[in-house]
T-cell receptor
Framework: DAEITQSPRHKITETGRQVTLACHQTWNHNNMFWYRQDLGHGLRLIHYSYGVQDTNKGEVSDGYSVSRSNTEDLPLTLESAASSQTSVYFC??????????FGPGTRLTVL | KNQVEQSPQSLIILEGKNCTLQCNYTVSPFSNLRWYKQDTGRGPVSLTIMTFSENTKSNGRYTATLDADTKQSSLHITASQLSDSASYICVVIGSMDSNYQLIWGAGTKLIIKP
């Protein structure tokens, strides 16, 4: 069955370190997204991609970067982790404009 | 500004009871609206999608309604079960030309007590 996976599921890091969160989907979807979810907030879009070599900034992109070298993967990199980036991160993919399929999430703690 | 507001923030009901969750939006132009269920520690999963022309849509014990004139949607859960305990998130899709934007609500946390 097609799926979307994220790794690691939990990560603890220190302020200033570079961190990369992996996202892999086997739906063969062109569209992939990264969100963060914090208490009291809806899902907030960090970056998204509509295909290989395409990346776009979302509403909270500062301090994050992505690259899309193939259809299946969209890794999210925190260039220099900050405590404000402690959050739960979700990756999603979609084949059309409407339904997104989400991964299980990565809980990131920045100390 | 495009916004989606959900109410209540949280809700506790007894197993077997019904409940209704609300979603108000100011997204324009409107394309469609989707309800997601998010179990604790997991990613959201789509429950139902409502297009502009649809007023009601059911998915088992879940019934979503949409009033495009007042820009309101509701999700009604009938005969609640313990497995309904989750967060329910409303997302409105706005589109213009070939671009689209998803506006996510903060969700309603529903707790079903035995």
């Amino acid at each position: 069955d097609a799926e979307i996976t994220q790794s690691p599921r939990h990560k603890i890091t220190e302020t200033g370190r570079q961190v990369t969160l992996a996202c892999h989907q086997t739906w063969n979807h062109n569209n992939m997204f990264w969100y963060r979810q914090d208490l009291g907030h809806g899902l907030r879009l960090i970056h998204y991609s509509y295909g290989v070599q395409d990346t776009n900034k979302g509403e909270v992109s500062d301090g994050y970067s992505v690259s899309r070298s193939n259809t299946e993967d969209l890794p999210l990199t925190l260039e220099s982790a900050a405590s404000s980036q402690t959050s739960v991160y979700f990756c999603a993919s979609s084949g059309d404009a409407y339904e997104q399929f989400f991964g299980p999430g990565t809980r990131l703690t920045v100390l | 500004k495009n916004q989606v507001e959900q109410s209540p923030q949280s809700l506790i009901i007894l197993e077997g009871k019904n409940c209704t969750l609300q979603c108000n939006y100011t997204v324009s132009p409107f394309s469609n609206l989707r309800w997601y269920k998010q179990d604790t520690g997991r990613g959201p999963v789509s429950l139902t999608i409502m297009t502009f022309s649809e007023n009601t849509k059911s998915n088992g014990r879940y019934t979503a309604t949409l009033d495009a004139d007042t820009k309101q949607s509701s999700l009604h859960i009938t005969a609640s079960q313990l497995s309904d305990s989750a967060s329910y998130i409303c997302v409105v899709i706005g589109s213009m030309d070939s671009n689209y934007q998803l506006i996510w609500g903060a969700g309603t946390k529903l707790i079903i007590k035995p």
